[in-house]
């Protein structure tokens, strides 16, 4: 009986230790396959130790190509302090290397973290200072790839490209606007340690970084750099308070180039202030626009049938009374009687006021609402403003007529460029842009932008013929100085008095000018703002033209424009050069050759009677005095 008993009881523990036995294996069979990924991932976090490597940001490009915005591998230290066993030296000596007090620097090397980075002095180091730290072949102290933006054209489009802090974060400018696109996915060294953070032998992991995607932009940079050189002139003759320049594609929106001073370099962002760095000008700047918007009025007339410019007279006697105002025109004693078409071209103030009086405060005001003034573009630019117009319900008698000669309503540039880019491309109101697309280092293309047509403002016939009266502003009227021979090209100037606290300042102006280029087949539409410049007379016709000139000639140049045999004629002025076309005089007689070349500087190269070749070609226009060569023998 008794050992009957013991018999019974060792059944029982052995059944327990069996289910015991089954229930450990359920468990390990439990752990091994449902949760070994999981308790994996907890033991690899325990024991490993991960060196991030910062990956490129993408590349900022321009329309063909050139590369605006690009990377520098530089390095970046980091310690693991658990490995650096003499502390006290390895502290000396990364202090005096790195030029930071010992206290500081031993504050970073006994730190009880398992990976310290050494910020920010330790951050994007010089190649000098790299080596001389990986010289010291200290453990415990490490070097990883770092990526610092680098923009190798300096102030180049500076204000539209923006800018990236420490942390290769971007702050302003498409650096910001598309810093999710631009920023890449980092890369790590990965190590396994034991407890005491001593390195396993053969444990490193590499994780490649990858590059953040490339921006292609609608920038030409050929007419870029125009652009950045006539800023710089313009700030080395009339040292204003500001300057600005933007040329757009009518057809498409695309801007072709911006730029506003004073400017500033991206690789040295942290030595300019916040309002010189994140202002970019012909997006944000917001005033009172002068004489380039009568073409706004003007267009808006014609659309509206209340004026014939080539049949309709006005007489200016100098100044017209509104509601016991007076309004002047810029000429004291008046231009007298004028077509509508030189109310134009002498940019007549009096001639306008009747254009908006004709059309009355509704239709103006529809035309410049439809124009886009009074909302932001769209551009995909930060910082836009939207600029400021009467509410309809307060403009009267006198708000309408200074409004129909842009004295009243505040705008921006780029809305200004993209209403004249309307006016001239047949009636389309298009949203600016200036990312073309957006793609990875294989030429992958993730996104595709292009034009936005916004409406339909005007008729396709008006648009004519505000192409022929801006073209008869450059050879005729005020913006002669701009005037190319053998080019269309269209403009309107503008003089425009600042404004402070309710009332205008003395001698304080934004001169400006607003080309088309060719005006017979626009394709681009450029604007330039000088504000307040210094020594220099108070007409844009003599400030602003000249410089628009010598940029209209590059963009000519970059966007490949054809002459045209029928452009208008300039009226000359008193220092103007006539130019004439090259006779052709090869196979004549030197005498003969030399009469029909009265015009011109003749050299001759050679000795002999009868000319075999001639520079320039024949058929080419150039100034009278102007060098011809002619080769005889």
Not at 106 to 133: F, M, N, W
Not at 579 to 594: E, L, Q, W
Request: aromatic share 10%; net charge neutral; with cysteine.
């Amino acid at each position: 009986m008794f050992f009957k008993k013991i018999h019974s009881r060792i059944k029982i523990i052995y059944i327990f230790l069996l289910l015991g036995f089954i229930l450990i294996g359920l468990k390990v069979f439990y752990i091994q396959v449902f949760e070994y990924d999981k308790l994996h991932d907890l033991a690899d976090d325990l024991w490993s130790r991960d060196l991030e490597i910062e990956a490129d940001r993408g590349k900022i490009l321009d329309r063909e190509g050139i590369v605006l915005a690009d990377n520098l591998t530089t390095a970046s230290l980091m310690l693991v302090p658990n490995q650096i066993k003499d502390k006290e030296k390895v502290s000396k000596d990364l202090a005096q290397i790195l030029g930071v007090s010992y206290e500081e620097m031993k504050k970073h090397v006994t730190k009880k973290v398992s990976i310290e980075r050494v910020h920010p002095e330790g951050r994007r180091l010089s190649l000098d200072t790299a080596q001389k730290i990986k010289a010291l072949n200290y453990e415990g102290v490490y070097l990883v790839k770092e990526a610092k933006r680098y923009y190798p054209y300096n102030n180049l489009l500076s204000h539209t490209l923006g800018y990236v802090g420490i942390d290769n974060q971007g702050l302003s400018g498409l650096e910001l606007q598309y810093n999710s696109y631009l920023t890449g996915t980092n890369g790590k060294i990965q190590f396994y340690s034991d407890a005491h953070g001593n390195q396993l032998k053969k444990s490193d992991v590499y994780v490649s970084p990858t590059p953040g995607l490339n921006l292609q932009l609608t920038i030409n940079f050929q007419i870029q750099e125009s652009l950045e050189r006539e800023m710089n002139n313009i700030r080395d003759m009339f040292h204003p308070d500001n300057a600005l320049a933007i040329v757009v594609d009518p057809n498409t929106g695309e801007i072709l180039a911006i730029s506003s001073y004073p400017n500033f370099n991206p690789n040295q962002y942290k030595n300019y202030s916040k309002e010189v760095l994140n202002r970019n000008l012909p997006i944000w700047s917001s005033y009172e626009p002068g004489s380039t918007f009568k073409v706004v009025t003007m267009a808006s007339a014609i659309e509206e049938g209340v004026v014939d410019i080539y049949k309709d007279h006005f007489y200016d006697s100098g100044k017209v009374h509104v509601d016991g105002s007076t309004l002047k025109c810029w000429k004291i004693e008046g231009h007298g009687d004028q077509t509508f078409l030189q109310v134009l071209q002498n940019s007549c103030n009096p001639g306008f006021v009747q254009l908006g009086q004709r059309l009355g405060k509704d239709k103006l005001f529809f035309y410049i609402n439809q124009f886009g003034f009074g909302e932001k573009t769209g551009v995909d630019l930060n910082g836009e403003s939207t600029g400021i117009l009467f509410p309809i319900e307060k403009v009267g008698n006198v708000e309408l007529a200074t409004s129909a000669f842009g004295q009243g309503p505040s705008v921006t540039p780029i809305q200004q460029v993209m209403a004249v880019s309307a006016i001239v491309n047949g009636g389309y109101l298009y949203q600016p842009y200036i990312v073309k697309s957006i793609s990875d280092n294989k030429n992958t293309i993730y996104e595709q932008y292009g034009p936005i047509l916004k409406r339909k403002v005007i008729s396709q016939e008006t648009s004519f013929i505000m192409r022929d009266a801006l073209e008869s502003v450059v050879a005729k009227g005020g913006g002669k100085s701009a005037y190319i021979d053998g080019y269309r090209i269209g403009g309107k100037t503008g003089t425009a008095q600042k404004s402070e606290n309710g009332s205008y300042l003395v001698n304080n102006y934004i001169m400006s000018f607003m080309s088309v280029v060719p005006s017979n087949n626009p394709q681009a539409v450029f604007y330039i703002a000088i504000d307040n410049p210094k020594n220099t007379a108070m007409l844009s016709s003599y400030t602003t033209t000249p410089i628009a000139r010598r940029i209209l000639l590059d963009i000519i140049d970059a966007l490949k424009i054809p002459r045209q045999e029928s452009a208008q004629d300039k009226d000359l002025e008193w220092f103007d050069k006539r130019v004439f076309d090259v006779p052709n005089v090869i196979g004549k007689p030197v005498k003969k050759a030399k009469k029909e070349l009265s015009q011109f500087e003749v050299v001759i190269e050679g000795e002999g009677e009868i000319v075999y070749e001639q520079a320039p070609k024949a058929g080419e226009r150039i100034e009278e005095q102007s060098k011809v060569r002619i080769f005889v023998q």
